[in-house]
């Protein structure tokens, strides 16, 4: 894992974005993992800036999103396939045939993530997938006790993740109990991962995903078997590492062909 820890979310954002854009410009038929909340915008919106203003192309790029509410049509102010529209899609040219969330009637869910694990693969797999993690330490939507090998398929959301997505709903309540989400094997079979985490609220999540020990009541702690997994956090979210000064020093000291 590389932990690189910025002043501010900002600063973050821009880095992880470079990335993004640089897997575009090597690989302009790229698969992105993409995943919605507050952790991922400061990202999309370089993401946006670098389209309009170097001509950076989407356009023959395909996308995954992570998970969607179960029972929440596509048009609702909440779902994430609005989300995505707004704070990425509509300001890019990514074509709409590329785009895939899981989204479905809750009668077909287990036909349906069947076939969205089927569509990844046929799309070649992933190439860079964009993670951010709860307070809790899922990652997509799969809570703690989630398999550590899961595939795409229906997961309940704790009173934790409900309460803490309350904010894009009306009240707690409306927050459906039910989502489609990513596995775990999903998320890990990407060839290389993005982690955003920013503010003191993620410093408990970060310091176990990074530096506890691989459990599923920590969903996040398996990233530790992945072989290219980058941790883009503010100074915040860095508070609870223990080996923080070690985690900067390699990135100051990091040789300059293996920067993007
Ligand atoms: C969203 C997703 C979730 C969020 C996580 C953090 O697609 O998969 O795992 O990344 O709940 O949410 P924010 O970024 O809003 O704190």
Known sequence: ??????????????????????????KPAAVLGLATGSSPVGVYRELIRYHREEGLSFGQATSFNLDEYLGLPPGHPASYATFMQEQLFREIDLPAEGINIPSCAPSEVEVFCEAYDARIAAAGGIDLQILGIGHDGHIG????????????????????????????????????????????????????????????????????????????????????????????????????????????????????????
């Open 141 to 260: 939507f799969n809570e703690p006790s989630s398999s550590l090998g899961s595939r795409t398929r229906i997961k309940t959301l704790t009173a934790e993740t409900r309460r803490a997505n309350a904010r894009f709903f009306s009240s707690e309540d409306e927050v459906p109990p039910h989502v489609v989400t990513m596995g775990i094997a999903n998320i890990m079979e990407a060839r290389e991962i993005i982690l955003l985490a920013f503010g003191r609220g993620k410093a408990a999540a970060i310091a176990a995903a990074v530096e506890g020990p691989i459990t599923a009541s920590c969903p996040a702690s398996m990233l530790q078997f992945h072989r290219r997994v980058k941790v883009f956090i503010d100074e915040e979210a860095a508070g609870a590492l223990q080996r923080q000064d070690y985690y900067r020093w390699v990135y100051e000291h990091k040789p300059g062909w293996q920067r993007a």
């Open 1 to 26: 894992m590389e932990i690189i820890i910025q002043e501010n979310e900002e600063q973050a954002a821009k880095l992880a974005a470079r990335e993004i854009r640089a897997l575009l410009l090597k």
